[in-house]
């Protein structure tokens, strides 16, 4: 079925008739499985980046057996481009705190936390306010579930979950190896539900609305909405909630400023989809999904530019743990700038392609494994401009 | 006992003593000294019962936690793609001059820290910068400079 651009309000509608803590109190009196079939039957994935559905999430970890759970809001977002889930934790908190409640009651959480970057730390006057007065309503209610804020302190690789709980743990933000997943082994090795921002608030919002109606938007493989961050050339920037699955021309159309040459689809670790490919690229899992980023490119930028400074980001935020991420990142950056200089010959981009491969095959997470996707996405369609 | 460790005692009573209250317990360290000395990590590492190596360890991975001295006022401006776009290069070259120190220095005085900073979550207000913990987005060359005088004339 084809889609086309259309901008719907659920993340960020105020109803004055129905309060999140209305949704609170109406979802609680229902049974936790009743719940998490409402989550699966909604087709809601994670909207951090990797997709993962998040009623399936929830139900893995309701099953795990243990005395200790924990119910994590993911708000380190770091991806270049992405700004929505500061929006978010601005202007309507209380929804993401009562999609953390909601899943505690679900999975039998006591405790969560909200672990939210660094560079962040300017919102979390008044957000602490606004968290007490909800512990303190929690606790009226007699509702056994406390929320406490974690800060980053500026890593990007924070942003994966396992680096997460290890930071949150007091340890240096490197990945874990999987399994086991965070639904089994999460932070202090305890099963967790770890959800993004958005993620939590679309929990809320389903268990407002029902699954039927948040189904009704979006496609078979990406059903719903998402809130992209839209930046770079184009008269206007900001944040705008879309229905999923629509073909990339259309979103060209409606926030390009006329002369967009490519889109940079997911942030610095996304696709980069050239003005040729604008029309056959639908936004979603089907095609390319991504966290929320979109930077757009008009015809005065420089492809190696932008390749270069995406590539100059991975290499400082690299944990160094592994190899063929700390050195690839490196390599791939030294590669590029050789080309370009005359040292290395045009062909040496296709032995950094194969490196890219190892990288995707042998890096311990996604930052590692995703490099090549700017890296091949930018040299397969904008070779020309790397190399001259 | 010196002040540092009396905060240092402080925050951990604060935090709780246990491992986990490490990054809160560094983060309120960086909040009132600005970086990490060696005294403050080595009693950190003895009010929460571990080896200093595994504090430094911690403290060594975080841009936010640094272990180099810095001035009163850490500024920190976004390199990354939108914000180069945007114009960061004259943001940082102006601030360079009117405090007359490169990218990563401090002044003389002791009131300035200049850095860059990977995308701080911006990109429609770029360019962008952070100073201590507050932001300020789309910049003007001249917009940054009056801002930076605010902090210069703001008593210590």
């Known amino acids: ?388 | 006992m010196s002040t540092t460790q009396l905060m240092v005692k402080d925050l951990v009573e604060k935090n709780g003593r246990t491992r986990n209250s490490l990054m809160p317990v560094l983060q309120g360290i960086v909040q009132q000294e600005k970086f990490l000395s060696e005294e403050a990590m080595l009693s950190v590492a003895e009010e929460l019962d571990i080896s200093a190596a595994e504090v430094y360890s911690t403290a060594s991975f975080y841009t936010f936690l640094d272990t180099v001295p810095r001035g009163k006022n850490i500024i920190r401006v976004c390199k990354t793609i939108t914000c180069h776009m945007k114009g960061k290069d004259e943001i940082i070259n102006a601030l360079c001059n009117a405090l007359k120190i490169k990218v990563g220095e401090t002044t003389h005085d002791n009131q300035f820290t200049l850095l860059t900073a990977n995308c701080l979550g911006w990109c429609h207000k770029g360019p962008v910068m952070l100073i201590n913990d507050d932001i300020y987005p789309d910049l003007t060359v001249q917009k940054a400079l009056e801002i930076i005088g605010t902090y210069a004339k703001k008593p210590q």
């Open chain 1, 1 to 388: 079925m084809e889609k086309t651009l259309k901008k719907v309000d659920i993340i960020f509608e105020i109803n004055k008739s129905c309060s999140p803590i209305a949704v609170l109190d109406r979802t609680l009196q229902r049974p936790a499985d009743e719940i998490v079939l409402d989550l699966i039957d909604s087709g809601l994935k994670g909207r951090g980046g990797a997709g993962f559905p998040t009623g399936l999430k929830w139900k893995f970890t309701r099953n795990e057996t243990s005395d200790v759970k924990y119910v994590i809001c993911n708000a380190d977002e770091g991806e270049p481009g992405t700004f929505k889930d500061r929006e978010i934790l601005d202007r309507v908190p209380e929804k993401i705190f009562v999609g953390m409640t909601i899943c505690a009651y679900v999975i039998g959480a006591r405790e969560g936390y909200i672990y939210m970057r660094g560079e962040y730390n300017f919102l979390l006057k008044s957000l602490q306010k606004k968290l007490d007065d909800f512990n303190a309503m929690l606790t009226k209610k007699e509702i056994d579930f406390q929320i406490y804020f974690n800060s980053g302190s500026g890593a990007y690789v924070c942003g994966e979950e396992s680096a997460l709980f290890e930071s949150m743990e007091g340890k240096r933000g490197e990945p874990r190896n999987k399994p086991p997943y965070p639904t089994v082994a999460g932070y202090n090795n305890k099963p967790t539900v770890i959800n993004n921002v958005e993620t939590l608030v679309y929990t809320t919002m389903i268990c407002h609305m029902g699954p039927a109606r948040f189904k009704a938007l979006g496609t078979t493989d990406s059903r719903g909405s998402k809130v992209f961050s839209v930046s770079g050339d184009t008269p206007i920037p900001g944040i705008y909630e879309l229905e999923l699955g629509m073909p990339l021309q259309d979103f060209v159309d409606e926030f390009g400023d006329g002369d967009a040459k490519a889109i940079q689809v997911g942030g610095a670790s996304g696709h980069c989809v050239p003005r040729k490919k604008f029309n056959d690229t639908i936004i979603g899992f089907e095609g390319i999904p991504t966290g929320g980023s979109m930077m757009i490119f008009n015809s005065s930028r420089s492809m190696y530019n932008v390749l270069h400074d995406y590539l100059e980001f991975f290499t400082e935020e690299s944990c160094g743990q592994c190899t063929p991420c700390r050195v690839g990142c490196q390599q791939l950056l030294k590669g590029i700038e050789a080309v370009k200089k005359g040292d290395k010959p045009p062909t040496y981009l296709d032995d950094l392609k194969k490196l890219t491969g190892t990288m995707k095959i042998a890096a311990k997470c996604g930052l590692g494994q995703s490099v090549g996707n700017p890296f091949n996405s930018i040299v397969d369609n904008f070779r020309e401009e790397i190399i001259y």
